[in-house]
């Protein structure tokens, strides 16, 4: 009786140690990978903050570029090359 015993907590705790091991590491695994990513292929995370702020400076509702007329498309690329710190 005491080897059953034994045997069940043993393999209790081995699968308890690999969830845990292999839980654990995921995120760090996730970050690693986007970071190894070159800059221009990780996504533009910061562009809609950009298109915010010239939405806001330029006093315009907040719409979709892609649902902007062709000329405000261009005023926003026009404003967004002079804004190089915002790349």
Not at 35 to 42: K, L, M, V
Not at 50 to 57: F, G, L, P, S
Request: some cysteine.
């Amino acid at each position: 009786m005491d080897f059953r015993r034994n045997f069940w907590l043993s393999l209790f705790g081995v699968a308890l140690a690999t969830s845990v091991l292999t839980t654990g590491c995921r995120p760090h695994h996730d970050r690693q990978d986007h970071d190894d990513q070159p800059a221009q292929a990780q996504p533009a995370q910061n562009e809609t903050v950009v298109y915010n702020q010239w939405e806001a400076e330029t006093h315009r509702a907040h719409k979709e570029i892609s649902q902007r007329p062709p000329e405000e498309q261009k005023e926003y690329q026009s404003w967004r090359q002079q804004h190089p710190d915002h790349h």
